[in-house]
């Protein structure tokens, strides 16, 4: 096709095989740009291999594009070609909020409970772990609030399973953990008071701008680039990634009621604009090019 630019996603160093190659394949044409769009550099669990993988990935890319702060910065431990930092733009591809008594009403949930929300992908450093411990804490279990989790184990669930019953919490919690297709993610989001990232670790998350386009005010904790995204008192509040201050930050939340988060919501939310990402990948791919294609041999 010998197209004028590739964009490449990149998020796991297992790709890095495959996504060399392919680009090294394309740019034999020397004409081709590439620019990828890189979640991650340092995967969130490591494995065997994953600093070779990334390596023979950078060798033809000619810009990258970060999520956050945290990746930039790590990119120079793989490349030296040219990068920038862009905030993650809104998913908006779900659709429109609802009003929260539909929402409730389609998911089966109460319509008058206190009810947050954790979305996504039940991994390890997410934290939901966490979460479960904060649920039991003395002044969140007893407040009426309770946790909708929203997503597909990525790991083994009976950890989890049995973590809630062993806290006595699972009268508490609202258990989806079922594939969710994108035509009912919008429900999810409506249904909830609060979005809760309770992570260990980050870089940056995906369900932050997917809270600002449904103007749900977050919990996230202080780790990676959580705390850039999300103003602590004007948009969410920012705690310690543990059980007790996660627990203290709820009822925070509650505290200040979601009226209190609108407005700042509303007006930091402009700042996540596709326009913004895409006037990057022009950019970048109208800087002197490279054709490293012999650059790096294949892997054996």
Known sequence: MKADVIIVRYWLPFMGPCLGTILRLAKWNKHTKVICIADNIIPHERRIGDNLFTHYFVGPVDGFITMSQTVLNQLPKFSKKPAQQVVHPLYDNFGAAVDKQTARKRLGIN???KLIL???FIRHYKGLDIL???MNQINLKHSGVRLLVAGEYYEDKQKYIKQMYDLNIAHLLHMRTDFIPDSEVRYYLSAADFVIQPYRNATQSGVTPLAYHFEKPMLVTNVGGLPDMVPDGKVGVVVEPNAPEIANGIMRLYGMGEQHFLPHL??????YSWQVLVNT????????????ATELPYLP
Do not use: M, Q, V
Request: glycine share 4%.
């Open 266 to 271: 509303r007006a930091e939310k402009t700042k």
């Open 132 to 134: 479960f411990d904060a």
């Open 111 to 113: 319509e008058s409970e």
């Open 118 to 120: 954790f979305f996504g």
């Open 281 to 292: 990948i022009e950019t970048l791919a109208s800087l002197p090019t490279t054709h490293p």
